[in-house]
């Protein structure tokens, strides 16, 4: 069973955000519903574990066996805005490569509005756009509005901004050490707040030190942790 964990955990998070997702847009919402804004915090937080999956998937540590591995890639990839997976993993691989330099994809030299949007630029194509459009109106005629805005596009771009803000600015922004090869910094060690936050990869130091460790196991790198 063991083996098979990274397939369990992968399987799980996107079962969790169809079924949830799926819930959201058939109920009946109402203005000011107090149960809005925790279901939107939901989805985001499953929005974001269907693209740490994919990223996963780009270090090969959903599943030992290519093919499948690959193929939780390009899902998690789609459906997450239609994202293209091949892309995404060439993008992901050059920000190892080359961190914090001017070859890095998900680097920018500038304040956190001017770096979301070129991190936005980056990794949204016109394709993504039109894909979005053309689905938003073809759910528009089973699904009110308004659940589409609040459970579909909403937590989408929540989303990015969680995983950009504590997986790529927080980590990577400032000047660093000679001494740190990674160009990165890493969350103080709360296991709790760490996984909420993104899955863990606010501990990005230790990401960056050992890209083979899924997100899952991430929490055991962080020094402390036994």
């Not at 589409?148 to 989408?156: A, E, K, R, T, V």
């Amino acid at each position: 069973m063991l083996k098979y964990r990274g397939i369990l955990f992968a399987t799980g998070i996107i079962l969790l955000w169809c079924l949830s997702l799926a819930l959201m847009l058939s109920l009946p919402v109402t203005a000011f519903a107090w149960w809005i804004l925790p279901l939107v915090l939901l989805q985001t937080h499953l929005y974001t574990g269907i693209f740490i999956t994919a990223h996963d998937a780009m270090h090969g540590t959903v599943a030992s066996n290519k093919t499948v591995n690959n193929a939780y890639g390009w899902i998690c990839a789609a459906l997450f805005a239609f994202n293209y997976y091949p892309r995404l993993f060439s993008k992901h691989h050059e920000h190892h490569r080359f961190v914090a330099t001017a070859n890095d994809p998900d680097y920018y030299k500038g304040n956190f509005i001017q770096w979301y949007f070129s991190f936005l630029k980056n990794y949204l194509s016109i394709w993504q756009v039109l894909m979005m459009a053309v689905a938003f109106n073809l759910l528009l005629l089973f699904v009110p509005q308004v659940n589409l805005l609040l459970f579909w596009i909403l937590p989408s771009l929540l989303s990015t901004l969680q995983l950009f803000y504590f997986g790529t600015y927080l980590p990577h922004k400032g000047e660093f050490p000679v001494t740190n090869k990674h160009h990165a910094s890493s969350l103080p060690r709360n296991h709790v707040l760490a996984f909420i936050t993104c899955y863990f990869f606010g501990y990005h130091y230790e990401h960056h030190d050992s890209p083979g460790t899924p997100w899952w196991r991430l929490y055991q790198r962080k020094p402390g942790s036994g």
